[in-house]
Each structure stands twice: as structure tokens, then as C-alpha cells.
């Protein structure tokens, strides 16, 4: 007898295993266990700050690995989460730029292993310390590529967090006095991928028709429907947020507005005052206290701020314990990796001159490792449904019928 659900008893029976390995590690996610977006983001955060403190590309190279297969393991089906790989292509661009203008317009680093020498456009004397052209050095190149390859890293954990973490939810996780600027936010980190899925769309429809979908007629044609979707999706999205009173605020009293704008403009401040005393030697001793005094005085001014709003939450995300595993694993690599940094230097910043061939450290790279945790202990998303062809659905069907007859 087939089962219920139509499929053959053999599609059936090869998905079982494929369902049930990942359960072993972590529950199935559903609408109570979903682990909370911040959690992502901040595990990213903690990567990209990770990959900020080194030009090692072996470290960097490792920092996109785990980021790779935590999205691999844990990346739902949604639109959203096929932002992923448009992340890597512009990081893969950034690097080319940033290679490019290495060689034309020159490096700051001197270097002894000359590799071309470019023809040189003269330029006038108020543009001193500008030039185009002249000599290209392998070490000069080197070090743009290390540099190149730090920003690609940010960019890859950024797209991490793009396509782990569900817009919507976390616009409804902030705090309402941020709720206006989150909505912006929001929309503007759903366009991309958006746009990715309208041209994707857009394309596959042309190949079907026969019709070009590359070079530079079919950016043309495949140009003007993705700008109509936009279009239509932003006149949407408007009469959504007025049919709903976006931008409604309760009646509050002057003097809790005027406290809420002294203790919010008041702790920003100290949040800058104590974060310039951290980066400096000579504030060392005020830089934490103020940094504290500031936090807990905008946290209150955001706390009053979100009285002005009327709006309500249904089923808040809740900050598990499983969020506290992902987003302790992302600090930790980047506790570790800022140690590492002060202790030493020399092996997460790897010398151009004289130019050696980068080693990869033991105990950052062990630290690196802890960022993989998330692919252990966050919710599996639920698989998605493969199309069942149709030759399989009506043999399946047919032998429902002899059976019933």
C-alpha cells in the first residue's frame, strides 16, 4: 500500500534516514523552538569581529569555512536565505578591486621583487603622494590581497547572518522605540535578496522561451520586470504599513519625551567616551565605568522611548538556551581571537617585508573552530519538499485505485 502522502514507498524510505541523522544533534524547529534571530546575528557578529583582527588568510579563509557550514547546516528555504551566495560573489569582487587598485594606483608598501612596471601618468605637485602606474611589487600585491581577503571575510559573515536570521522576526525582537528605523532596516536587507530571486526567476523564464538571458541584451530585457516588481512590491509594502497605522504613537507627557531624548543622547555619549577610553592607554582606568554608565542610560532611554508605541507583539521569540550557546560561540571566537591578537601579533598578521608565506596558528585556529557549534545545537530548519515527478504520482495513484477497487 503506498503511503498517505502519495510519494513511492522508496522515496519514502531513502528520505527517512536524511530526516532523522539531524535530529540526533538538535530538535526539528517549528513555531516554539525557532531559535531567536539576534542570536544569529550577534554569532556573526562575533565571527566578522573575529576576521577583523587578523590579515592571515589562512585564518580568514578558516572564519568563512565555519561560516559556510553553519549556513549549509542550518539555512532554511525561504527567499531570504539565497542571499548567501551573492554575499561571496561581491565578496569575490571586492577582492578583485581592491587587487586592481593595488596595481594601478600604487602601494604603500616598498618591495623588492618587481613583477611589471606600468607606464606612469605624471601628475601635478598638489597631488604628491598620488600616483598611477610605476612599479608593481609582489609585496605591494601581497599585502592588498591580504586586505582584500579581510574585507571579503566581513562581508561572508554579514551574508551569514542575511541568511540565517529571519528579517521579520528580528524587526519584531527590537525594542519599540526603534521600531520606525528597524522597519527601514528591514526593508532595505530584504531587497537584495529580493531582487537576487526576481532575476533568478526572470532569467529561467527567459531559457525557457528560448530566449537569451546573458550579455548585455538580456540585462537589458531581464532589467525593466525586475524595476516593475520592485515597483509594484515598494506600492505594496506602503498600502500594507498604512492599512495597519504604521507610524502611530501613543500620548506621552513632555517631561518623559525630554528624559527620554537627555538619557538617550546622554548615553550614546558615554558609550563613545568609554569605547575611545578602551582603545587608548591613558583611559584605561574611565574607559569601562563610562562605558557601563552609558549603556544602562540608553538601554533606559530606549525603555522610555518605547512607551510612544502602541503597537503589539504576538508570540514574542523567546532567548533560549540554545541562543545562549550560538551567540556565546561567536563571542567566544572573537574574545579569543582579540587574546590571540595582544599575545601574539606576529602570527595573525603575517609580514609583507621581508615576504614569507603565512603559517596558520594552532590555538586561533582552535578558537576559530568554536564558531561551528551553532551547526550542532541550533533547531534544524524542516526540509523542504521535493517536487514528486509526475509519472511516479499517477503509478502511485493507479495502485490506490486497483486496491480500492
Same mark, same amino acid.
Given at each position: 500500500?503506498?503511503?498517505?502522502?502519495?510519494?513511492?514507498a522508496a522515496a519514502v524510505a531513502d528520505a527517512a534516514p536524511d530526516r532523522l541523522l539531524p535530529r540526533r544533534l538538535a530538535p526539528q524547529a517549528h513555531r516554539s523552538n525557532a531559535l531567536h534571530p539576534g542570536a544569529?546575528?550577534?554569532?556573526?557578529?562575533? *565571527?566578522?569581529?573575529?576576521?577583523?583582527?587578523?590579515?592571515?588568510?589562512?585564518?580568514?579563509?578558516?572564519?568563512?569555512?565555519?561560516?559556510?557550514?553553519? =549556513?549549509?547546516?542550518?539555512?532554511?528555504?525561504?527567499?531570504?536565505?539565497?542571499?548567501?551566495?551573492?554575499?561571496?560573489?561581491?565578496?569575490?569582487?571586492?577582492?578583485?578591486?581592491?587587487?586592481?587598485?593595488?596595481?594601478?594606483?600604487?602601494?604603500?608598501?616598498?618591495?623588492?621583487?618587481?613583477?611589471?612596471?606600468?607606464?606612469?601618468?605624471?601628475?601635478?605637485?598638489?597631488?604628491?603622494?598620488?600616483?598611477?602606474?610605476?612599479?608593481?611589487?609582489? %609585496?605591494?600585491?601581497?599585502?592588498?590581497?591580504?586586505?582584500?581577503?579581510?574585507?571579503?571575510?566581513? *562581508?561572508?559573515?554579514?551574508?551569514?547572518?542575511?541568511?540565517?536570521?529571519?528579517?521579520?522576526?528580528?524587526?519584531?525582537?527590537?525594542?519599540?522605540? $526603534?521600531?520606525?528605523?528597524?522597519?527601514? =532596516?528591514?526593508?532595505?536587507?530584504?531587497?537584495?535578496?529580493?531582487?537576487?530571486? #526576481?532575476?533568478?526567476?526572470?532569467?529561467?523564464?527567459?531559457?525557457?522561451?528560448?530566449?537569451?538571458?546573458?550579455?548585455?541584451?538580456?540585462?537589458?530585457?531581464?532589467?525593466?520586470?525586475?524595476?516593475?516588481?520592485?515597483?509594484?512590491?515598494?506600492?505594496?509594502?506602503?498600502?500594507?504599513?498604512?492599512?495597519?497605522? !504604521?507610524?502611530?504613537?501613543?500620548?506621552?507627557?513632555?517631561?518623559?519625551?525630554?528624559?527620554?531624548?537627555?538619557?538617550t543622547l546622554g548615553g550614546l555619549m558615554g558609550v563613545c567616551a568609554g569605547a575611545y577610553g578602551l582603545l587608548t592607554a591613558d583611559g584605561s582606568t574611565y574607559g569601562l565605568p563610562v562605558l557601563g554608565a552609558g $549603556?544602562?542610560?540608553?538601554?533606559?532611554?530606549?525603555?522610555?522611548?518605547?512607551?510612544?508605541?502602541?503597537?503589539?507583539?504576538?508570540?514574542?521569540?523567546?532567548?533560549?538556551?540554545?541562543?545562549? *550557546?550560538?551567540?556565546?560561540?561567536?563571542?567566544?571566537?572573537?574574545?579569543?581571537?582579540?587574546?590571540?591578537?595582544?599575545?601574539?601579533? #606576529?602570527?595573525?598578521?603575517?609580514?609583507?617585508?621581508?615576504?614569507?608565506?603565512?603559517? $596558520?596558528?594552532?590555538?586561533?585556529?582552535?578558537?576559530?573552530?568554536?564558531?561551528?557549534?551553532?551547526? !550542532?545545537?541550533?533547531?534544524?530548519?524542516?526540509?523542504? %519538499?521535493?517536487?514528486?515527478?509526475?509519472?511516479?504520482?499517477?503509478?502511485?495513484?493507479?495502485?490506490?485505485?486497483?486496491?480500492?477497487?
Amino acid at each position: 500500500m503506498p503511503p498517505p502522502s502519495g510519494r513511492p514507498a522508496a522515496a519514502v524510505a531513502d528520505a527517512a534516514p536524511d530526516r532523522l541523522l539531524p535530529r540526533r544533534l538538535a530538535p526539528q524547529a517549528h513555531r516554539s523552538n525557532a531559535l531567536h534571530p539576534g542570536a544569529w546575528w550577534l554569532w556573526a557578529l562575533g *565571527l566578522a569581529t573575529a576576521a577583523s583582527r587578523t590579515t592571515n588568510p589562512l585564518l580568514i579563509g578558516l572564519l568563512i569555512g565555519v561560516a559556510g557550514y553553519v =549556513v549549509a547546516a542550518r539555512r532554511t528555504s525561504a527567499p531570504w536565505a539565497r542571499s548567501y551566495g551573492a554575499f561571496v560573489k561581491l565578496a569575490l569582487v571586492v577582492i578583485g578591486i581592491r587587487l586592481v587598485f593595488a596595481i594601478v594606483l600604487g602601494s604603500p608598501i616598498p618591495g623588492t621583487h618587481l613583477i611589471v612596471t606600468l607606464p606612469e601618468v605624471p601628475l601635478p605637485d598638489w597631488a604628491q603622494g598620488v600616483r598611477i602606474g610605476g612599479r608593481v611589487t609582489a %609585496e605591494g600585491v601581497v599585502f592588498a590581497l591580504y586586505d582584500g581577503v579581510r574585507l571579503a571575510g566581513l *562581508l561572508i559573515c554579514v551574508g551569514a547572518a542575511n541568511a540565517l536570521a529571519s528579517p521579520a522576526r528580528l524587526l519584531k525582537s527590537l525594542p519599540g522605540a $526603534l521600531y520606525e528605523a528597524g522597519v527601514a =532596516v528591514v526593508v532595505a536587507m530584504t531587497f537584495a535578496p529580493n531582487l537576487i530571486s #526576481d532575476v533568478q526567476r526572470l532569467r529561467a523564464a527567459r531559457r525557457l522561451r528560448g530566449r537569451p538571458d546573458k550579455g548585455v541584451r538580456g540585462l537589458l530585457q531581464v532589467g525593466l520586470p525586475v524595476l516593475e516588481g520592485a515597483l509594484e512590491r515598494s506600492v505594496a509594502l506602503a498600502a500594507a504599513m498604512d492599512a495597519r497605522g !504604521f507610524g502611530r504613537t501613543a500620548a506621552v507627557p513632555a517631561r518623559v519625551r525630554r528624559t527620554t531624548a537627555v538619557l538617550t543622547l546622554g548615553g550614546l555619549m558615554g558609550v563613545c567616551a568609554g569605547a575611545y577610553g578602551l582603545l587608548t592607554a591613558d583611559g584605561s582606568t574611565y574607559g569601562l565605568p563610562v562605558l557601563g554608565a552609558g $549603556l544602562a542610560a540608553a538601554l533606559g532611554g530606549l525603555w522610555l522611548g518605547g512607551r510612544r508605541s502602541v503597537r503589539t507583539r504576538y508570540r514574542p521569540d523567546r532567548w533560549g538556551a540554545r541562543a545562549w *550557546l550560538v551567540a556565546g560561540s561567536g563571542a567566544a571566537v572573537a574574545a579569543l581571537m582579540i587574546a590571540a591578537n595582544s599575545a601574539a601579533a #606576529d602570527a595573525l598578521h603575517p609580514g609583507v617585508i621581508p615576504l614569507i608565506a603565512p603559517t $596558520l596558528p594552532l590555538l586561533p585556529a582552535a578558537a576559530v573552530l568554536i564558531g561551528l557549534l551553532p551547526a !550542532f545545537v541550533a533547531p534544524v530548519p524542516p526540509p523542504a %519538499e521535493a517536487p514528486v515527478p509526475a509519472r511516479a504520482t499517477r503509478t502511485a495513484r493507479t495502485a490506490a485505485e486497483e486496491k480500492a477497487s
